[in-house]
């Protein structure tokens, strides 16, 4: 199973980002999906995650300026970043809790990151 993320890069205070992760390989089902980040010095932190029927969860520093969404039928998660600030700099990681088989637990699995950079 592989998680490949897209969409980081540089932007300018204020300015906006769409992030993309696809899963692939052999996956029988994908519960709760997420973004999460890592800036230099800190902790990874949960930035906002999705579970399968569509129950939502924020980061309070992201509630209002950040959106998840999700195509199950791509096995595909989303975050729209808006107003995006210097501290939104960081490592963004894709996350999903998948199920390769009928009757396996799930195991949680990670992108390789992507580096989002918020500065003038």
């Known amino acids: 199973v592989q998680l490949v993320e897209s969409g980081g890069g540089l932007v300018q205070p204020g300015g906006s980002l769409r992030l993309s992760c696809a899963a692939s390989?052999?996956?029988?089902?994908?519960?709760?999906m997420g973004w999460y980040r890592q800036a230099p010095g800190k902790q990874r932190e949960l930035v906002a995650r999705?579970?399968?029927?569509?129950?939502?969860l924020y980061a309070d520093s992201v509630k209002g300026r950040f959106s998840i969404s999700r195509d199950n039928a791509k096995d595909t998660v989303y975050l729209q970043m808006n107003s995006l600030k210097p501290d939104d700099t960081a490592v963004y990681y894709c996350?999903?809790?998948?199920?390769?088989?009928?009757?396996?637990?799930?195991?949680?699995?990670w992108g390789q990151g992507t580096q989002v950079t918020v500065s003038s």
């Open positions: 996350n999903a809790d998948i199920r390769t088989a009928w009757g396996t637990r799930e195991s949680a699995y």
């Open positions: 390989g052999s996956i029988f089902s994908i519960n709760a």
């Open positions: 999705i579970t399968s029927g569509g129950s939502i």
